[in-house]
T-cell receptor
Framework: GNSVTQMEGPVTLSEEAFLTINCTYT??????LFWYVQYPGEGLQLLLK???ADDKGSNKGFEATYRKETTSFHLEKGSVQVSDSAVYFC?????????????WGLGTSLAVNP | DAGITQSPRHKVTETGTPVTLRCHQT?????MYWYRQDPGHGLRLIHY???????DKGEVSDGYSVSRSKTEDFLLTLESATSSQTSVYFC?????????????FGPGTRLTVL
């Protein structure tokens, strides 16, 4: 079956620290991989994605590389800001009949202190 | 930002009462989704629609029904609300189901069933 496992939070960092949030997956076929972010009181929004092995998604200083050999899609940022405080969700998509569905990780809460 | 609104944004109701949540989009996207978000469970798909009057069940559909009579509106109904349906409900839309297609999320509805 398909599943996504991401590191548990909360993660607390100081401003300008390096961030890694681990995400691993199991999947049949060739899923696309996503990171979504949810700021307090808001809905989720796409942060970055990768659609095939070795692709790197990047946005707002965040990066993640689709690693088929380790079935991973770890999120990284070199220098976090207070405004990055949010919940981060890893997800994969897969074919499901007349739809393409998303499987979600449980989310990792990040708090960045000034 | 994708034009997605949800109403109401907050609702408190009593066990056994019917509740309808509305999702309205101005993007003319074909696919619409209802998720619930709960601590420790991440996001779980309740129902989705792949066109007007075309809907299907997600992974946690028991106790919920949906209707889509026009492209822009997707209604989620709890026929007889229970305390286990206390949650935050998110609507999402997508313009296709190809690999890597983004889902756009509404701001959410916080439902409390007493």
């Amino acid at each position: 079956g398909n599943s996504v496992t991401q590191m548990e939070g909360p993660v607390t960092l100081s401003e300008e620290a390096f961030l890694t949030i681990n995400c691993t997956y199991t999947a049949t076929g060739y899923p696309s991989l996503f990171w979504y972010v949810q700021y307090p009181g808001e809905g989720l929004q796409l942060l970055l994605k990768a659609t095939k092995a070795d692709d790197k998604g990047s946005n707002k200083g965040f990066e993640a590389t689709y690693r088929k050999e380790t079935t991973s899609f770890h999120l990284e940022k070199g220098s976090v800001q207070v405004s990055d405080s949010a919940v981060y969700f890893c997800a994969l998509d897969y074919n499901a009949g007349n739809n393409r569905k998303l499987i979600w990780g449980l989310g990792t809460s990040l708090a960045v202190n000034p | 930002d994708a034009g997605i609104t949800q109403s109401p944004r907050h609702k408190v109701t009593e066990t056994g009462t019917p509740v309808t949540l509305r999702c309205h989009q101005t993007e003319n996207h074909r696919y619409m989704y209802w998720y619930r978000q709960d601590p420790g469970h991440g996001l779980r798909l309740i129902h989705y629609s792949y066109g007007v009057k075309d809907t299907d069940k997600g992974e946690v559909s028991d106790g919920y029904s949906v209707s889509r009579s026009k492209t822009e509106d997707f209604l989620l109904t709890l026929e007889s609300a229970t305390s286990s349906q206390t949650s935050v409900y998110f609507c999402a839309i997508s313009d296709g189901i190809g690999a890597g297609r983004e889902q756009f999320f509404g701001p959410g509805t916080r439902l409390t069933v007493l």
